[in-house]
Structure formats: C-alpha cells, structure tokens
C-alpha cells in the first residue's frame, strides 16, 4: 500500500503546480489569508495587514537570496493561474531543553472552496517539500502547528504522516539521530 507521501507526489497531471513565490504573489497571498483565515486570527491578535505582506516581501527577498534561510512556495491553478494554497517555513528555532535547530512552519494557506480531498492532497504535498527542504538544510527536527479553530483534520493528517501529536503542535524528527 503507498503511503501518503507516495500517494500525492506532485505529478505533471496535476491541474496546479508548486513553484518559489516572488513579489508578484505578495497580494495573491494576503488576499487568501485575509478572505479564509483573519476570523480565525483576529479574536487573538491585533492584525497588521502593511505588517503581514511586508513579512511575506522579507520571506521571497531572503529566498531570492539564499533558499537554505525560508522557503515559501505558492500553488496555483496551471490553467487559470489563481493561487490554491501557499506553504511558508523557516528556520533557526529550538526549545530551551535541546540544542536541535527545528524547521517550523508558518503557515499553509488553501483555498477553502476547494474540495476537502484536493486541500489534503495539496498540504500533503507542501508537507513533503517541508521535509525536504528542512534534510537539503540539514535541520532534523520539523514542527507544524495551527491556529484554525477545527484542527481534527490537520492533525490527524500529521500523525498519518508519523509526525508526534502533542496537543495542538506536530513533531517530526527527519534527520536521525
């Protein structure tokens, strides 16, 4: 049986593709946060919108410069070229009991109206390319949380992935000890 990574490989029939975001996305991506997402953010945090696309013009300089720094990636319909989702991780980040670096994801963002199935086909295909870049970076530990309100599904979607659950936070150790 294939698993989930072998299952959802991007492949050339796919109706979207994946590639690194540029400046020219900036908006695309503020737009899809803003519409599906701020309700979910904005009863804990004082949202900064000049903020978030100043973030996501800093996140495709540093990638422009230097990928092994964050990766954020867009995924847009090959057709119409609307964006689907867009996947955002970084480094450098560690807990006060281990000297590992972790990659920690900032953000997966899919268009809601688009069916459940190809949303969990799209992150299981972002997920990959975290796992990915965080071994061609050489970080061995990768972290994944949400914010969403119903996680059941995201969650759920990690542990099919072996990543470690523990309340709300994802773990995957992709490097071996």
């Not at 698993?3 to 737009?31: G, R, V």
């Not at 964006?83 to 809601?112: F, K, Q, V």
Request: aromatic letters at 12%; one cysteine or more.
């Amino acid at each position: 049986m294939k698993s989930l990574y072998q299952k959802y490989q991007p492949q050339p029939d796919d109706a979207w593709s994946w590639n690194y975001a540029s400046f020219y996305d900036i908006e695309d991506m503020y737009d899809m946060a803003k519409t599906h997402f701020e309700r979910e953010m904005d009863t804990i945090f004082t949202i900064n919108d000049a903020g978030y696309k100043y973030a996501l013009d800093i996140s495709t300089s540093h990638q422009r410069h230097n990928l092994a720094l964050e990766q954020l990636l867009v995924c847009r319909d090959k057709t119409t070229n609307k964006l689907l989702a867009y996947s955002w991780i970084g480094r450098g980040h560690r807990t006060p009991y281990s000297n590992d670096e972790m990659c920690e994801a900032r953000m997966l963002h899919t268009d809601l109206n688009l069916s459940p199935m190809k949303r969990i086909h799209i992150c299981v295909q972002a997920i990959n390319y975290w796992i990915t870049w965080g071994i061609a970076c050489s970080v061995p530990v990768l972290v994944s949380t949400s914010i969403r309100e119903d996680q059941t599904t995201f969650l759920r979607l990690h542990e099919r992935l072996d990543f470690i659950v523990r309340g709300g936070i994802c773990y995957k150790r992709i490097i071996p000890k």
